[in-house]
């Protein structure tokens, strides 16, 4: 039987400026959740719950995606700017943040349930995965203010963000795995910066997330001898 999400509960967390406590963790470490670490790189942590399967989950319920700067953006990005006009502000970060987050929710409902088969619900039941997600460590290279008569600004790496990501069953409410992953754009082209390319970068970022979940849920899948659920 459905019953309703408590999303108060679940998206009730700490938003970190980085992830403390993890750095000094190696392959084989288990967490106070009881999930253990199974992969650690310079870019990537995993942790899963040992024993835990995938497989039976068919549907996704996607909690809103919080979104930080790293830590001094605002101040690193002022410091060297004479007009008060080209000042990035709170209300720049804050409208940064929504866009982010709700481009967030677009790309995996676009991924995971359009391309995927996983259907975005907000009930859960047995067959529902929570997807907790949050970004952090958000840096923009140059924001576009839209300010009039600004000059272009050029850069070779529009954004750099690190996806923590948590997964649990909708029923037990239990954490099933923890993924932490640094990204950024990787285009290698000096182009001008602003809102739009900006946004492409961020886009090509949260693709490649959703682009393995999604593999990751069809491969849990496959190993049981289940097809996904587009391949039904």
């Not at 970190?16 to 310079?42: F, M, N, Q, Y």
């Not at 996983?118 to 949050?134: K, M, Q, S, W």
């Not at 910066?193 to 593999?215: F, G, S, Y």
Request: charged residues 30%; glycine residues 6%.
């Amino acid at each position: 039987m459905k019953r309703k999400l408590v999303f108060s509960v679940l998206a009730c967390w700490l938003l970190l400026a980085g992830i403390p406590g993890l750095a000094a963790d190696s392959p084989g470490h288990t967490s106070h959740e009881g999930l253990k670490l199974v992969k650690k790189d310079r870019s990537t942590e995993l942790y899963v719950r040992p024993g835990a399967s995938l497989a039976q989950y068919k549907r996704v319920a996607i909690l809103d995606c919080p979104v930080a700067f790293r830590k001094n953006w605002e101040r690193d990005q002022n410091d060297e700017v004479m007009d008060p006009m080209n000042r990035v502000t709170k209300k720049d970060m804050d409208r940064i943040k929504a866009e982010l987050s709700k481009e967030f929710l677009r790309i995996f409902t676009r991924e995971l349930q359009d391309k995927g088969g996983y259907t975005v619900v907000d009930t859960g039941a047995e067959d529902v995965l929570i997807l907790r997600p949050a970004i952090i460590n958000l840096d923009v290279s140059a924001p576009d203010k839209m300010t009039p008569g600004m000059s272009e600004t050029f850069t070779a790496s529009a954004l750099s963000m690190t996806l923590y990501l948590e997964l649990y069953d909708s029923v037990t409410s239990q954490i099933l795995a923890r993924y932490i992953h640094a990204d950024g754009d990787r285009e290698g082209t000096v182009m001008v910066a602003n809102r739009v390319t900006n946004k492409a970068a961020a886009d090509r970022v949260m693709t490649r997330w959703a682009d393995r979940l999604r593999k990751g849920l069809d491969d849990a899948h496959k190993e049981t001898g289940s097809k996904p659920p587009a391949e039904k």
